[in-house]
Structure formats: structure tokens, C-alpha cells
């Protein structure tokens, strides 16, 4: 089992910036790839961005060149830095962990983690 706990969301003003992050705890050897995932008002969840273990990580074009994710293996933490914040961005924001343990695949995921960006 994986356990995934957010932390740093908030408010911003457009323009601003926030770090989020996300610390896993229990099999955490298992994790192949972590993630953020925001679900915005009357929207579906979407992908914002990913980092497998031993790969370069992705962005959601919406994104790119203002978000940063980052991962640091010893402290079984990953990190999403956001900058120049827009109103669209505001979401709840989840950790995502994809998970590997022989011909098992699964997801865990955080509780979530609100980001508020004011005009």
C-alpha cells in the first residue's frame, strides 16, 4: 500500500506562485512514476504533469514553462513548483502515484489540495 499526503496549496494572486508537495509513504519502492492531477470547477481531472523514476518528466501544454515538477527519491517526495499562476488554474490539485509490483499495475492518489489563483 501506498499512502500519498499533499501539502502546500493556497491562495495567489495571478501572476504568483505556489510549491506543492506530495510525500508517499509504505511501499514506496514500488512507485514507478509520480504525478499531479487538478480537477477544476465543473471540470473533469486532468493530468498537469508527471516524472517516472529514471525518465525526463511530461507537462500538460497548459502548463509548460511555468510549472516544474520535481521529485526527490530520499525523501519519497515529489514537488510541483507553479509560477506566473493564472486564474484557469485553479483546481484541486492530487498526487498521483503509478504503481508496479510484478504483473500488477495500480494508482494511488492524494486527498487533494485546493490552489486558488485571484485576478
Known amino acids: 500500500q501506498v499512502h500519498l499526503v499533499e501539502s502546500g496549496g493556497g491562495l495567489a494572486e495571478a501572476g504568483g506562485s505556489l510549491t506543492l508537495s506530495c510525500v508517499a509513504s509504505?511501499?514506496?519502492?514500488?512507485?514507478?512514476?509520480m504525478g499531479w492531477y487538478r480537477q477544476g470547477p465543473g471540470k473533469e481531472r486532468e493530468l498537469v504533469a508527471f516524472i517516472p523514476r529514471f525518465a525526463s518528466p511530461k507537462y500538460a501544454d497548459s502548463v509548460k514553462g511555468r510549472f516544474t515538477i520535481s521529485r526527490d527519491i530520499t525523501k519519497n517526495t515529489v514537488y510541483l513548483q507553479m509560477g506566473n499562476l493564472k486564474p484557469e488554474d485553479t483546481a484541486v490539485y492530487y498526487c498521483n502515484a503509478h504503481i508496479t509490483v510484478l504483473d500488477d499495475e495500480h494508482d494511488a492518489w492524494g486527498q487533494g489540495t485546493q490552489v486558488t489563483v485571484s485576478s
Open positions: 509504505g511501499s514506496v519502492q514500488n512507485i514507478a512514476i
